[in-house]
């Protein structure tokens, strides 16, 4: 009898309730994995419907379609002599289940509920699905007619069950069950399981890929058995990028992983292995094996079917790959994978995420204003990451996007060669001047849109500014004044506003009709460039060209973006940016002063954006209120007075109180950060806060009188043990004051 089984996994980029083109992914990674020789081929979660239908799943049409799909896969000719799992939504006696439909040559073998609900980050299962909870225990389920009448069957199994072939036996986990501390793959492995498939739905965040590939290993480090982990890739209609990564592992050790960031909307990744290798690791194990001896079963489901080669050394197995931290380009040659840099992560991850959105929004490409600072600079990077991205593919013979491609550009001959000239077909940027802007932050701009070839203007925008304000001056008679012209903090601000609003209403304006003026038919997309930092310190003025259709850089965080154009401008060899590096970072919205800025970001803001990002992870990470955060910062920053830690984090939380409004209404961007304080799916918390936090600040202050006391005792504060300060958390140098800035943007 043969040893060997070669199996499948798939990364598929499927499109919440595209049923027309997620069946055909479905059915093209099937024939696929056939053609690679495959005799079982595992789906990512809920890869019929999508993932991200959300409220959809209410509706009976989701469940229906969901359905009809499975009926024409069952009925394909590509599905035969082949065990095949896949993802889809089924209501059981009036309850909806997240659930694996497994089946053999038009024979629906069981239907396997999820067991653990995910609802951390931006997951909100139990919303739409409940677990099933009968562990070990199946039910009959009734089929639908138009399955019956394919099938032949009347009810199949429904539970939590296993499929017992011939030569081994396979069991399922769906996405959260491994991550989960009761995983389901130790129980079932102690009772013989040997093969264990995971559909998955996990998204990406920056630093996260080496979390899915430890949990893969482990879960057949400890008892042995091949676990196969497929994921979604791309974006499916939400604000999440599905990172790919499916892979197989073997008795701890990963066999073969496909690519995170890539364009292809179908992979699929395959690996050989011996059956005989998992029962000599896991008999090897004498604890395990004691432990098997008295585990329970679970209810299997008998199929006459073997996975195996009937040849003994027909395939030989897949060795073993390392995975080490390090350049990916560097893969596959001496049998080591690499993860991405958290540069090439930032590289990748929003410029597929764009490419998701814009061919599947039917849009000709994007319209950026360019100020010529970091952050606007980056999002103008991942458009030309894009095109870079997606020239390759088609250069590596990528049908799919070359078809797409034609489509946006409406030339069905085109085939893009160079990146630059896409980035000039698909990017419009241009900067915004106004008597407040300099001639640097300008000069600036146009080099780096020269450089990315991007199609750029640059205008003026004081008309517009003055005919906004000749109409308050027409109703109030008074003339509102800068600061620095003797104006109050109230004129001020409104000066400010309305330079940065004009230019969104501007920015829509030129989307609109700019490929009008090109010749070329529809519309762009208006592309922000606001991050992770000011949106969580509130530090952008509501509607203003913040507020996009789509806002790449909207989960990352400054630094991080400033790491990332150090990496872009060598890989690229992109010039313009490193004045862009070097520049301050300012709005402009404020009167030069000799033709010199007057106004800088971080000390406007009342903090630097490394403090910001500090703040942002004991708030969100640490669910640190203001007194626990001054607790942390207060041996953190110990170079600090307490009560200057004790201002910082004042400061800090009034600002968020006062500003929390605008986090209900950010662009949607591609989630990155696991600090965002994106309000719509991540971070829900009221905005409206008693701004002055007058509780909370008089626990600090009570601290802080505690520490001065110490501090004039004869021991001092010298005897108080020192906590060496992490790296994420180091010094900063900038000592905030205790009230309010007045430039609190509205």
Same mark, same amino acid.
């Given at each position: 009898?043969?040893?060997?089984?070669?199996?499948?996994?798939?990364?598929?980029?499927?499109?919440?309730?595209?049923?027309?083109?997620?069946?055909?992914?479905?059915?093209?990674?099937?024939?696929?994995?056939?053609?690679?020789?495959?005799?079982?081929?595992?789906?990512?979660?809920?890869?019929?419907?999508?993932?991200?239908?959300?409220?959809?799943?209410?509706?009976?049409?989701?469940?229906?379609?969901?359905?009809?799909?499975?009926?024409?896969?069952?009925?394909?000719?590509?599905? /035969?002599? *082949?065990?095949? @799992?896949?993802?889809? %939504?089924? +209501?059981?006696?009036?309850?909806?289940?997240?659930?694996? !439909?497994? #089946?053999?040559?038009?024979?629906?073998?069981?239907?396997?509920?999820?067991?653990?609900?995910?609802?951390?980050?931006?997951?909100?299962?139990?919303?739409?699905?409940?677990?099933?909870?009968? /562990?070990? *225990?199946?039910? @009959?389920?009734?089929? %639908?007619? +138009?399955?019956?009448?394919?099938?032949?069957?009347?009810? !199949?199994? #429904?539970?939590?069950?296993?499929?017992?072939?011939?030569?081994?036996?396979?069991?399922?986990?769906?996405?959260?069950?491994?991550?989960?501390?009761?995983?389901?793959?130790?129980?079932?492995?102690?009772?013989?399981?040997?093969?264990?498939?995971?559909?998955?739905?996990?998204?990406?965040?920056?630093?996260?890929?080496? !979390?899915?590939?430890?949990?893969?290993?482990?879960?057949?480090?400890?008892?042995?058995?091949?676990?196969?982990?497929?994921?979604?890739?791309?974006?499916?209609?939400?604000?999440?990028?599905?990172?790919?990564?499916?892979?197989?592992?073997?008795?701890?050790?990963?066999?073969?992983?496909?690519?995170?960031?890539?364009?292809?909307? !179908?992979?699929?990744?395959?690996?050989?292995?011996?059956?005989?290798?998992?029962?000599?690791?896991?008999?090897?194990?004498?604890?395990?094996?004691?432990?098997?001896?008295?585990?329970?079963?679970?209810?299997?489901?008998?199929?006459?079917?073997?996975?195996?080669?009937?040849?003994?050394?027909?395939?030989?197995?897949?060795?073993?790959?390392?995975?080490?931290?390090?350049?990916?380009?560097?893969?596959?040659?001496?049998?080591?994978?690499?993860?991405?840099?958290?540069?090439?992560?930032?590289?990748?991850?929003?410029?597929?995420?764009?490419?998701?959105?814009?061919?599947?929004?039917?849009?000709?490409?994007?319209?950026?204003?360019?100020?010529?600072?970091?952050?606007?600079?980056?999002?103008?990077?991942?458009?030309?990451?894009?095109?870079?991205?997606?020239?390759?593919?088609?250069?590596?013979?990528?049908?799919?996007?070359?078809?797409?491609?034609?489509?946006?550009?409406?030339?069905?001959?085109?085939?893009?060669?160079?990146?630059?000239?896409?980035?000039?077909?698909?990017?419009?940027?241009?900067?915004?001047?106004?008597?407040?802007?300099?001639?640097?932050?300008?000069?600036?701009?146009?080099?780096?849109?020269?450089?990315?070839?991007?199609?750029?203007?640059?205008?003026?925008?004081?008309?517009?500014?003055?005919?906004?304000?000749?109409?308050?001056?027409?109703?109030?008679?008074?003339?509102?004044?800068?600061?620095?012209?003797?104006?109050?903090?109230?004129?001020?601000?409104?000066?400010?506003?309305?330079?940065?609003?004009?230019?969104?209403?501007?920015?829509?304006?030129?989307?609109?009709?700019?490929?009008?003026?090109?010749?070329?038919?529809?519309?762009?997309?208006?592309?922000?460039?606001?991050?992770?930092?000011?949106?969580?310190?509130?530090?952008?003025?509501?509607?203003?060209?913040?507020?996009?259709?789509?806002?790449?850089?909207?989960?990352?965080?400054?630094?991080?973006?400033?790491?990332?154009?150090?990496?872009?401008?060598?890989?690229?060899?992109?010039?313009?940016?490193?004045?862009?590096?070097?520049?301050?970072?300012?709005?402009?919205?404020?009167?030069?002063?000799?033709?010199?800025?007057?106004?800088?970001?971080?000390?406007?803001?009342?903090?630097?954006?490394?403090?910001?990002?500090?703040?942002?992870?004991?708030?969100?990470?640490?669910?640190?209120?203001?007194?626990?955060?001054?607790?942390?910062?207060?041996?953190?920053?110990?170079?600090?007075?307490?009560?200057?830690?004790?201002?910082?984090?004042?400061?800090?939380?009034?600002?968020?109180?006062?500003?929390?409004?605008?986090?209900?209404?950010?662009?949607?961007?591609?989630?990155?950060?696991?600090?965002?304080?994106?309000?719509?799916?991540?971070?829900?918390?009221?905005?409206?806060?008693?701004?002055?936090?007058?509780?909370?600040?008089?626990?600090?202050?009570?601290?802080?009188?505690?520490?001065?006391?110490?501090?004039?005792?004869?021991?001092?504060?010298?005897?108080?043990?020192?906590?060496?300060?992490?790296?994420?958390?180091?010094?900063?140098?900038?000592?905030?004051?205790?009230?309010?800035?007045?430039?609190?943007?509205?």
């Amino acid at each position: 009898m043969g040893r060997t089984v070669t199996v499948a996994v798939c990364t598929l980029n499927q499109w919440a309730l595209d049923f027309d083109g997620n069946s055909r992914r479905i059915l093209q990674s099937i024939q696929e994995a056939k053609d690679a020789g495959a005799t079982y081929r595992s789906g990512p979660e809920l890869e019929i419907c999508g993932y991200s239908c959300e409220d959809h799943f209410y509706e009976s049409d989701t469940l229906f379609h969901s359905w009809e799909v499975l009926a024409m896969i069952l009925k394909s000719t590509v599905a /035969e002599d *082949m065990l095949i @799992d896949v993802g889809m %939504p089924v +209501m059981h006696k009036n309850v909806m289940y997240n659930c694996r !439909v497994a #089946f053999l040559n038009r024979r629906i073998l069981l239907i396997r509920p999820k067991m653990q609900m995910c609802e951390d980050g931006n997951y909100r299962e139990s919303r739409w699905f409940s677990p099933w909870t009968k /562990e070990r *225990m199946v039910e @009959d389920y009734f089929l %639908p007619r +138009m399955i019956s009448q394919i099938t032949n069957q009347t009810v !199949v199994p #429904f539970g939590d069950a296993v499929i017992s072939t011939r030569d081994t036996c396979v069991g399922f986990e769906i996405c959260e069950e491994l991550w989960n501390p009761m995983s389901n793959h130790i129980p079932m492995s102690l009772d013989g399981v040997e093969i264990i498939a995971n559909g998955s739905g996990s998204y990406f965040e920056l630093r996260k890929a080496y !979390v899915t590939v430890d949990l893969v290993k482990s879960a057949t480090f400890k008892s042995g058995g091949c676990y196969m982990f497929s994921n979604l890739r791309g974006c499916d209609g939400a604000r999440v990028y599905f990172n790919g990564g499916s892979c197989i592992a073997l008795n701890g050790q990963i066999l073969n992983r496909g690519k995170q960031f890539a364009l292809d909307e !179908v992979e699929i990744t395959v690996a050989t292995f011996d059956l005989e290798d998992i029962r000599s690791y896991r008999n090897n194990i004498r604890s395990r094996s004691h432990l098997a001896a008295r585990s329970p079963s679970y209810p299997r489901v008998k199929v006459d079917f073997v996975l195996t080669s009937e040849n003994l050394i027909s395939t030989p197995p897949d060795r073993p790959i390392d995975i080490d931290l390090g350049p990916y380009e560097n893969e596959n040659i001496t049998g080591k994978l690499s993860y991405h840099t958290v540069d090439e992560e930032i590289s990748m991850a929003p410029a597929c995420w764009l490419w998701d959105y814009l061919r599947r929004s039917c849009q000709g490409g994007f319209f950026l204003p360019l100020s010529g600072g970091v952050d606007s600079a980056s999002s103008a990077c991942m458009v030309y990451s894009m095109c870079d991205m997606i020239v390759n593919s088609v250069k590596k013979g990528d049908l799919q996007v070359l078809s797409d491609i034609r489509k946006i550009v409406g030339d069905f001959e085109y085939v893009p060669t160079d990146p630059k000239q896409l980035c000039n077909i698909l990017l419009v940027t241009c900067y915004m001047a106004t008597e407040n802007s300099s001639a640097e932050t300008k000069t600036r701009a146009a080099e780096l849109a020269n450089q990315i070839g991007s199609y750029h203007h640059s205008i003026v925008i004081d008309a517009a500014v003055s005919a906004i304000l000749s109409i308050f001056q027409q109703v109030a008679k008074l003339t509102p004044r800068f600061k620095v012209q003797g104006g109050s903090p109230r004129e001020n601000l409104a000066l400010q506003n309305v330079q940065a609003r004009l230019r969104m209403v501007i920015s829509y304006l030129f989307a609109q009709l700019m490929l009008w003026v090109r010749g070329r038919p529809g519309g762009l997309l208006v592309l922000g460039s606001s991050n992770v930092d000011e949106a969580l310190r509130g530090y952008f003025t509501k509607y203003d060209c913040s507020s996009a259709d789509i806002n790449p850089i909207g989960g990352i965080a400054k630094n991080d973006l400033k790491s990332f154009l150090s990496y872009f401008r060598k890989k690229h060899e992109i010039t313009a940016l490193d004045s862009i590096l070097d520049a301050p970072p300012t709005a402009e919205l404020e009167p030069l002063q000799a033709g010199q800025l007057a106004q800088l970001d971080e000390i406007d803001m009342g903090m630097t954006y490394q403090e910001l990002g500090i703040f942002g992870r004991l708030r969100k990470q640490d669910c640190a209120g203001p007194f626990t955060m001054f607790c942390r910062l207060v041996h953190m920053w110990d170079k600090c007075t307490s009560k200057e830690v004790a201002d910082k984090v004042k400061h800090f939380y009034r600002c968020y109180a006062i500003n929390r409004h605008k986090m209900t209404i950010l662009t949607p961007s591609c989630h990155a950060e696991s600090y965002s304080p994106d309000d719509n799916r991540f971070d829900h918390r009221p905005f409206l806060y008693n701004h002055t936090w007058k509780w909370q600040f008089n626990a600090i202050d009570e601290q802080v009188k505690r520490f001065l006391d110490e501090e004039k005792s004869p021991r001092g504060r010298k005897d108080v043990p020192k906590v060496p300060m992490k790296p994420r958390y180091m010094m900063l140098s900038s000592v905030i004051s205790n009230k309010t800035h007045p430039g609190v943007v509205v």
